[in-house]
């Protein structure tokens, strides 16, 4: 699969989705852009960070990932921040630029030559060996956690919600499309969260167009699966099968706590 799969064509994430501009950028702690009950509410929205956060560092903290950069071998240079920010695949690129127009001498805003050049690729060329431990100061300054904060919600927080929301599906079924734009991305391949939710369209109906929501989740998940196993990377899928089918098997629709799941085995709970 090519590298940059994950998260191709980002620039396209708002106009993929329902019509509209994109919702305003959020930051952890804000108002909720949305209405009451929907994954913006800041207590879901902290499940959600959570949840994503247990599949992606088997941790539940996710805020101590702000200062997170390594290569994983995945194809995509290096990954980094609380949502996976890539070298290659144009998003890391995005944020330093915004962090950059906001405080110009930041420690990163030297690097943004290289990140344009290697933007596509898997390649450390002008990053290395100064890098990972310039990130990692960069995260010490509340800016930059901010500005990590603000493109996570502009290019995958904020489209799935919103798209769920237009599909009449619930906090659950926000946060399935949330987890699946995050690891894969709304690109044009096969795999992307668009594709993904059209094959859920293919074998149900949202509850926008009169379908069950249960049946139209239980299609979504099946799809994310399928798009999960054509990627060696991905292949374990118990992020699904042990987490969201869990949530969606109880009829907890609106993610109410005490929530328990397993990822990879682990176990994990929040009260």
């Known amino acids: 699969m090519h590298p940059t799969s994950r998260r191709t064509l980002l620039a396209f994430m708002g106009a993929a989705l329902v019509a509209g501009p994109v919702i305003a950028s959020q930051t952890a702690g804000a108002a ?43 194809g995509r240079g290096y990954t980094a921040g609380i949502i996976g920010f890539c070298s290659g695949t144009g998003d890391m690129l995005d944020l330093v630029e915004l962090y950059t127009d906001r405080k110009p001498n930041n420690v990163l805003a030297k690097y943004l030559p290289a990140l344009r050049e290697v933007d596509g690729t898997d390649s450390h060329d002008g990053l290395d060996p100064t890098y990972q431990g310039d990130w990692e100061k960069a995260a010490q300054d509340p800016e930059f956690q901010k500005a990590q904060n603000d493109e996570r919600d502009r290019v995958y927080f904020n489209p799935a919600v919103k798209q769920g929301k237009a599909d009449g599906i619930g906090v659950l079924g926000q946060f399935a499309y949330y987890d699946a734009i995050v690891m894969h991305g709304n690109g044009g391949d096969d795999t992307s969260f ?78």
């Open 32 to 74: 909720p852009t949305g209405k009451a009950g929907g994954l913006d509410d800041p207590a879901k929205k902290e499940i959600a960070m959570k949840l994503v956060c247990s599949a992606e560092n088997s941790s539940l903290n996710w805020k101590k990932y702000y200062r997170y950069c390594e290569d994983i071998d995945d």
């Open 194 to 271: 668009r594709n993904i939710r059209k094959r859920a369209l293919n074998s149900a109906k949202p509850p926008s167009q009169g379908g069950d929501e249960t049946d139209y989740l239980d299609a979504f998940l099946d799809a994310r699966v399928w798009a999960m196993k054509q990627e060696e990377a991905h292949e374990d899928t118990s992020r699904v099968d042990t987490a969201q089918r869990v949530f969606l098997r109880k009829g907890n629709l609106d993610l109410r706590t005490p929530l328990e799941w397993k990822v990879y085995g682990d176990p994990y709970r929040i009260d």
